[in-house]
């Protein structure tokens, strides 16, 4: 795949991994590893990632509004690094879970706060590797 490269360690995977098993602040945490030595477009990725996976967090919580917030500012990162350097070089479907995610920030404004308190949520995304 051409498009701007993204560095992709050990610590990406495990995020990766992480979140496919529904452990979204492990996840954060081996992205923020990756996050914190980055330069500023990858950056923008792995916060973008980070910030997702704390919106899933938040929904596992049933915590309506940080959800959606979260969720929000990882698909604005997304969006801003799309309109900075286009498609990405990256191991990952990165707009498979952009997709998705955006999929349940719209149901969980859709269906609203009661839904989520009333009972657990089950539209988890998964991110899958490119063949």
Do not use: T
Request: aromatic share 14%; hydrophobic share 45%.
């Amino acid at each position: 795949m051409a498009g701007y490269p993204i560095p992709w360690c050990a610590d990406s995977d495990a995020g990766v991994f992480l979140f496919n098993q529904r452990e979204y602040w492990s996840a954060h945490e081996a992205w923020e590893n990756v996050w914190a030595v980055s330069e500023p477009n990858p950056k923008l990725f792995y916060q973008g990632l980070i910030q997702i996976a704390a919106g899933f967090v938040k929904i596992q919580r049933r915590q309506h509004k940080g959800g959606m917030a979260n969720l929000r500012k990882g698909l604005e990162k997304f969006r801003a690094l799309d309109d900075a350097v286009g498609d990405l070089d990256v191991p990952i479907l990165y707009k498979d879970l952009f997709n998705q995610s955006r999929g349940v920030r719209v149901s969980l404004f859709d269906q609203g706060e009661a839904r989520l308190v009333a009972r657990a949520w089950d539209l988890w995304p998964r991110i899958e590797y490119r063949e």
